[in-house]
């Protein structure tokens, strides 16, 4: 798993498995058992997810290493930070407006609001995940 980059997002356990952080790990076992299941089947619905950077792709090794990341207390503690952490911002000149308009009708479970209006200051993106965390420059 990379360091620093989108791969966190991309590849988070969460994201991987369809999950949240607030879920216990009975809950997130069931879950990566039922994907697991479902790979087996080739089921197309279990072969992406969504995630704040875009859609991955789901396989069955995905989810045995989310699994096994999550059932360790300190990589899923690090995991819940990434996870909770706001998206990296959109490149400049890339069109937003249509994404923005209707995360913010529908509530964006990535901003965490249900829908309140966009406030005009910049958003924080991944170069500022450090400084949200309290960590200083390298």
């Not at 997130?28 to 950077?53: C, D, N, Q, V």
């Amino acid at each position: 798993m990379s360091v620093v980059g989108p791969g966190r997002f991309a590849e988070n356990p969460f994201f991987v498995l369809g999950v949240t952080p607030a879920q216990s790990r009975a809950e997130i076992e069931r879950e990566g058992a039922k994907l697991l299941g479902m790979l087996e089947l080739g089921l197309r619905s279990a072969t992406s997810y969504k995630t704040p950077t875009g859609t991955g792709t789901r396989t069955s090794e995905a989810v045995r290493a989310a699994l096994a990341e999550l059932r360790d207390p300190e990589r899923r503690l690090l995991h819940e930070l990434w996870a909770s952490a706001p998206p990296p911002a959109p490149k400049p000149g890339a069109d937003a407006s249509a994404g923005a308009s209707s995360a913010a009708a529908a509530g964006d479970p990535y901003r965490g609001d249900a829908g309140a209006s966009e406030s005009p200051r910049r958003q924080p993106g991944f170069t500022d995940a450090f400084a949200l965390f309290g960590w200083g420059r390298l």
